[in-house]
T-cell receptor, first 111, second 114 residues
Framework: AQSVTQPDIHITVSEGASLELRCNYS??????LFWYVQSPGQGLQLLLK??????LVQGIKGFEAEFKRSQSSFNLRKPSVHWSDAAEYFC?????????FGAGTRLTVKP | ETGVTQTPRHLVMGMTNKKSLKCEQH?????MYWYKQSAKKPLELMFV???????ENNSVPSRFSPECPNSSHLFLHLHTLQPEDSALYLC?????????????FGPGTRLTVL
């Protein structure tokens, strides 16, 4: 069965520091992988996605993610966090009505 | 993101009321979804429509009734809800049918059931 695990419920980083949010998945075939971001009171905005090809994916707002099949991971990274990055981040795996979301990681940015 | 709009953004209703949530997508997509997002729980897929046909109903109570009159509009009709139904209800759409790829989300409707 498909599943997504985001091990960190809450992460706090200082503005300007680097960020890595973890995502592990379980999927029977080659997965489609996504990262979404949700600001308070808003819907989910797509940051990036991986379907095939280059395992390092670039997204919007300076984010990137790396697909590692051997580790069943799709971690999200950003070299320098901005205060506006404070939000909830969701990893998802699958396709269409088979998509599964992780429980989310809340990011707090310290000044 | 203005590709998927939802109205109202906030709704407070009593347990005996009947109300409807509306979703409209301006992306030319063929599939639309309703999700429920409760505090401290993963997103729960409620309903999926592909080309206006319902393709999935994830054991959602009958007090939630979806309607998809065309590929651009999706409604969620609500009646005799319970307080535990209070949540953020998100609509999403994707291209090419229910098994296609990326889903695009609306801003959600924050529902409070008194």
């Amino acid at each position: 069965a498909q599943s997504v695990t985001q091990p960190d419920i809450h992460i706090t980083v200082s503005e300007g520091a680097s960020l890595e949010l973890r995502c592990n998945y379980s999927y029977g075939a080659t997965p489609y992988l996504f990262w979404y971001v949700q600001s308070p009171g808003q819907g989910l905005q797509l940051l990036l996605k991986y379907f095939s090809g280059d395992t390092l994916v670039q997204g919007i707002k300076g984010f990137e993610a790396e697909f590692k099949r051997s580790q069943s991971s799709f971690n999200l990274r950003k070299p320098s966090v901005h205060w506006s990055d404070a939000a909830e981040y969701f990893c998802a795996v699958g396709r269409g009505n088979g998509m599964r979301f992780g429980a989310g990681t809340r990011l707090t940015v310290k000044p | 993101e203005t590709g998927v709009t939802q109205t109202p953004r906030h709704l407070v209703m009593g347990m005996t009321n009947k109300k409807s949530l509306k979703c409209e997508q301006h992306l030319g997509h063929n599939a639309m979804y309703w999700y429920k997002q409760s505090a401290k729980k993963p997103l729960e897929l409620m309903f999926v429509y592909s080309l206006e046909e319902r393709v999935e109903n994830n054991s959602v109570p009958s007090r939630f009734s979806p309607e998809c009159p065309n590929s651009s509009h999706l409604f969620l009709h609500l009646h005799t809800l319970q307080p535990e139904d209070s949540a953020l209800y998100l609509c999403a759409s994707s291209p090419g049918g229910a098994r296609a790829d990326t889903q695009y989300f609306g801003p959600g409707t924050r529902l409070t059931v008194l």
